[in-house]
């Protein structure tokens, strides 16, 4: 057997192992969805090379959580990787949880990162790939503790202005029946005054009952006495 042979059945081992793990795998995964525009890593860090990017909506197999549930190993397509639980919502209980929030509750296994072994597996035909070194020899993310998120405050009570009290109004006097005109104790129309009582028209003065129109004087009595000149015997 020459040694391209060897070579070629070694290549066809390595994509039936790889075909039989991403099937296992993709067989015991959870569904996730994106909740927005994240980036697939290389690796459980924001340090890692960029493997694809991946829309809001996006449906992901969740393999699983690194300690902490912050980072998750999902396979979107062709492509696996890590993405940063924050961006992922998992369904649990039939309502939409954000993994990074419902952590160990959620029920999703943990998994641990070997460099090498996953890039080997699913990185072979990368860029980055051929400078592996430079990465083995980098620190891994030190592993951070899930804590829960702090209890939403419940929201402020709804505060109702008062309504604005009707103003005061008095009850409106009685007037006049309807069509009826008050009478008028004023001047009479035209500014006239009323006639003087003690004065005749026309501003004469009454007769003086004790004189005769003319200034003659008033006729005596008549009396018994005879006149001067015809006295009785």
Avoid at 15 to 35: D, G, P
Avoid at 91 to 113: A, C, D, K, M, R
């Amino acid at each position: 057997m020459n040694v391209q042979s060897r070579k070629t059945r070694r290549a066809w081992r390595a994509a039936l192992l790889v075909a039989a793990l991403a099937v296992s795998a993709a067989a015991s995964a959870q569904v996730a969805v994106t909740t927005q525009a994240v980036n697939m890593r290389a690796g459980p860090d924001r340090g890692f090379p960029l493997v694809t990017w991946l829309p809001a909506g996006t449906a992901v197999n969740v393999v699983g959580c690194v300690v902490g549930w912050r980072w998750c190993d999902v396979i979107a397509g062709r492509d696996r990787g890590f993405v940063y639980s924050r961006f992922l919502s998992y369904s649990f209980q039939n309502q939409p949880v954000v993994i990074l929030n419902g952590g160990p509750t959620l029920g999703l296994p943990l998994v641990t990162f070997s460099i090498g072994s996953y890039w080997d597996m699913w990185y072979r035909n990368r860029p980055w790939w051929n400078n592996r070194n430079y990465w083995y020899s980098r620190p891994p993310p030190p592993p951070v503790a899930w804590r829960p998120p702090p209890p939403r405050p419940p929201p402020p009570p709804v505060v109702r202005p008062p309504r604005p009290s009707p103003p005061a109004t008095r009850p409106p006097r009685p007037g006049p029946p309807s069509g009826s005109r008050p009478p008028d104790f004023g001047p009479p129309p035209g500014g006239s005054r009323p006639p003087d009582s003690g004065r005749p028209p026309g501003g004469s003065r009454p007769p003086d009952s004790g004189r005769p129109p003319g200034g003659s004087r008033p006729l005596g009595t008549p009396s018994n006495r005879p006149p001067s000149g015809d006295r009785s015997p």
